[in-house]
């Protein structure tokens, strides 16, 4: 029992002495990651301030420029130095603590009396130096943990920069798609003004009815009436996007990505061909890690039945100010401790039990994920892949109805096309275009949805 008790303490101390050995790189790494973030929040304060009047972006730059001025990613990014931190403080607990006090004290002339002789007490200070080192298993276990919680740390950063990216690139497509509807109903609406002005003239001419050119009239009004609804919308589009960029509203921005290249066919195609991974999806790697952890608290539920081992050491100087005084306690002092754990009543072992199950619990979790993402993943793909089908359709089916609403607005020109089917022609172009930006929208969301899931 003694050499299991001597080989018990001297692994822990040899664990001490590990950390005492790592603890300096890791504290290093861990100082120089908060610096740079420090300072990449400064800058990004320092560059709110001066916020620019203007901003031509690509979709990756604004990608980019968003995920350096999220407020929200920057809070992450600390969380994930904020654990650092805590780590430290578990391991710093674990190596060498050193003090040093120092006391005088003054009797104020008090003499002790021994029978008849009587002995004045000299005033005195006294200087201590103590170190003292104490280590168990739950406070190594208790370092590994907050490794895994790091690890949590930057796998939810990492989530949520996935997310504002999507975020950013399905607003920039929005407002691309938007701007690109107000233009090709503008362009419709001039078309039936020259319609509007010409029919005008005939019905000055008496060769038409003034109803005819009231109809064509309110087709034009309903024509205005969705522009100045779209040019709302894209108002609206445009502050979401400026908001995950964090830049103030009066900010003017310039898109120059173009939409052909946004919505090409390549990146779809390239999405729906790329081998899913489980172990590259971020849900899945989370989950995980959850695992690990339920693993590691039950090693440290049952490192509640070990020792924990501490030693201390003590340097004392007392120094007397006249005659007399003796010294009341040694001028070094080795401490070696043991303590061991006898009985709790049955506290530990339902410890040790509870985190079994949660280990369980978690064991079933990842096991039932794992089957599910496959089938996710199809699903996914069925999105997309029926999204982007859609969106070619409805891509075709605008170009189409514009042809027909152009062909007929000439041949109503020459007299050969009725002004009611001008109309249906106009009407069929407004279908269209709404068809076609719910289209894209889906598109988007679908190759977004998907790319997220293999990560």
């Known amino acids: 029992m003694k050499k299991l008790f001597l080989l018990i303490s001297l692994a822990m101390v040899w664990g001490s002495a590990a950390f005492a050995a790592d603890s300096t790189k890791h504290r290093s790494n861990w100082v120089m990651e908060h610096d740079s973030v420090m ?16 901003l031509s972006l690509s979709v990756t730059e604004a990608q980019n420029y968003a995920v350096q001025a999220n407020r929200s990613l920057r809070n992450s990014s600390l969380a994930v130095q904020q654990a650092y931190a805590a780590r430290w403080q578990t391991i710093a607990s674990m190596l060498p603590q050193v ?16 029978g008849a002789m009587e002995m004045e007490m000299p005033n005195s200070s006294s200087t201590t130096i103590s170190a003292s080192v104490g280590i168990n298993g739950q406070a190594i276990v208790g370092v ?20 504002l990216r999507a975020n950013v690139k399905a607003s920039y497509i929005s407002l691309l798609v938007l701007q690109d509807v107000v233009r090709l109903l503008e362009s419709s609406l001039q078309n039936v003004n020259e319609i509007i002005e010409m029919t005008q003239r005939t019905v000055e001419f008496g060769v038409s ?23 709302r919308t894209i108002e609206l589009a445009s502050n979401s996007l400026k908001v995950l960029l964090d830049v103030p509203a009066e900010t003017q921005l310039t898109l120059t990505s173009s939409l052909d290249e ?15 991974i489980k172990e590259h999806n971020l849900s899945y790697r989370m989950l995980e890690k959850n695992f690990e952890i339920a693993k590691m608290n039950v090693h440290m539920a049952g490192w509640a039945y070990g020792p924990t081992v501490s030693f201390a050491y003590q340097h004392n100087e007392q120094k007397y100010y006249g005659e007399g005084g003796f010294r009341s306690t040694p001028p070094n002092l080795i401490n070696v401790a043991v303590a061991i754990p006898l009985w709790s009543s049955g506290k530990r072992a339902a410890g040790v039990v509870e985190k079994k199950i949660a280990l369980e619990q978690a064991r079933n979790t990842l096991a039932e994920t794992s089957d599910q993402l496959q089938i996710q993943y199809q699903q996914l793909r069925f999105d997309l892949q029926n999204a982007y089908e859609t969106y070619l ?3 075709e089916n605008l170009e189409v109805v514009n042809r027909v609403f152009r062909s007929v607005s000439n041949k ?18 407004i ?3 709404s068809s076609y930006v719910q289209a894209v929208l889906t598109l988007i969301n679908a190759e977004v949805e998907l790319a997220k899931f293999l990560k």
Not at 39 to 54: G, I
Not at 144 to 163: F, G, T, V, W
Not at 210 to 226: E, G, M, P, V, Y
């Open 39 to 54: 300072m990449a929040t400064r800058n990004m304060q320092d560059s709110a301030k001066k916020a620019p009047a203007s």
């Open 393 to 395: 359709t409805e891509q």
């Open 431 to 433: 279908t269209a275009q």
């Open 209 to 231: 009815e003034q109803t005819t050119a009231d109809q064509i009239a309110i087709r034009a009004n309903s024509l205005k009436n969705s522009i100045q609804s779209q040019k």
């Open 99 to 114: 003090d040093l006090s120092w006391s005088y004290t003054n009797m104020m002339g008090y003499k002790m009396s021994f």
């Open 262 to 276: 946004l919505l090409s066919g390549d990146e779809v195609m390239a999405l729906l061909g790329e081998e899913f």
């Open 144 to 163: 590994l943990l907050q490794n895994l919680a790091i690890d949590m740390q930057r796998l939810s950063l990492e989530q949520s920069e996935d997310e």
């Open 412 to 429: 109503y020109r020459f007299g050969t096309n009725s002004h009611l089917e001008l109309i249906n022609a106009s009407n069929d172009v």
